[in-house]
Nanobody, 122 residues
């Protein structure tokens, strides 16, 4: 599966953005999906993940209550709604796909999108 993330940009603290990740292929619904982010000089961190049907989700502690992950299997698209953004959310955001189960460890995700940059100004 090929993934393409979009929707990043510059936003003020407290603002919102919605990221999208479009996938190619007919088997989109067979993949668990996730979002990760990487700030300059830091490791790639887990943000959120969603199961194949969308019924199961998991969030990193730093984004709980502010970010919402969702997917539309009919459109081969995953979303990340980001509200109440903080300067520490600034990073390049990557979408990833794994098999039947999602992972919070980036090393276990098999497919990656190219990343979209989010900058939150104070």
């Amino acid at each position: 599966v090929q993934l393409q993330a979009s929707g990043g940009g510059l936003v003020q603290a407290g603002g919102s953005l919605r990221l999208s990740c479009v996938a190619s292929g007919r088997t989109f619904s067979s993949y668990a999906l996730g979002w990760f982010r990487q700030a300059p000089g830091k490791e790639r961190d887990f943000v959120a993940a969603i199961g194949q049907s969308g019924g199961s989700t998991k969030y990193g502690d730093s984004v709980k209550g502010r970010f919402t992950i969702s997917r539309d299997n009919a459109k081969n698209t995953m979303y990340l709604q980001m509200n109440s953004l903080k300067p520490e959310d600034t990073a390049v955001y990557y979408c990833a796909a794994s098999g039947a189960y999602y992972y919070t460890n980036a090393e276990l995700c098999k497919y990656w999108g190219q990343g979209t940059k989010v900058t939150v100004s104070s």
